[in-house]
Every structure is written in C-alpha cells, then in structure tokens.
C-alpha cells in the first residue's frame, strides 16, 4: 500500500540534495565568474601598459623585442588562467555531485540487495 509519509519524506530528501547542489554550483559558477574578471581586468591593464611602452620605444629593435616579449607572457598568463579555470569547472562538478552521492549509494545497495533475493 502507498504510505504518504514515506513519499512525504523522500520528496523532502530529494528536495534537499537538489537546493545543495544548486548552492554548490551556484558558488563555483560566481568563483568562476569573479575569476574571469578579474583575468580580463588584469590582462586589459597589461595590455594598455604594453602599449604605453611600445609607443615609447626608440627602435623597430626595441619594439620587436617588447612585443616579443608581451605576447610570451600574454600566452603563459593565458594557459595559466585557462587552467586555472578548468581546474574550478572540475572542483564545481564534484560540489554539485557530492549532494547525490548518499543518496545514489544507497539506491545502489536496495538495488544489489533486492537482485540478490
């Protein structure tokens, strides 16, 4: 027979791991969003900089090797942030299963359990 409490109960669990996951991925999509602002701020900056110094230069020689050298630390700042970022979408990933994980191993169990009878 149904038993209203025990539907009642489980839609309240279920309701819950949902709302932490939100609020998991919630937080590591702001972390992230903070993250790539800041990159972009940071990289605007320096590159304002760069060409602040490249119009100053006193040779083609000079400017070459200043560009040179700005787009060597542009790309490893990028592949640094690129990372960085991946690494972010990883741990969000994780936050947000980690809610489900209880809840699926014990299904798993009932599940194991009642193909064994």
Known sequence: MFNFDDANKKSKEALDVAVKSYSAMTKGFQAIATEAVDYSKKSFEDGVAHLERLTSARSLEAAFELQTNFLKTSYEGFF????????????????????????????TAAVKTAAAA
């Open 80 to 107: 640094t942030e690129a990372t960085k970022i991946g690494e972010m979408y990883a741990d969000l990933a994780k936050d947000a299963y980690k809610p489900y994980e209880a809840p699926v191993a014990k299904a």
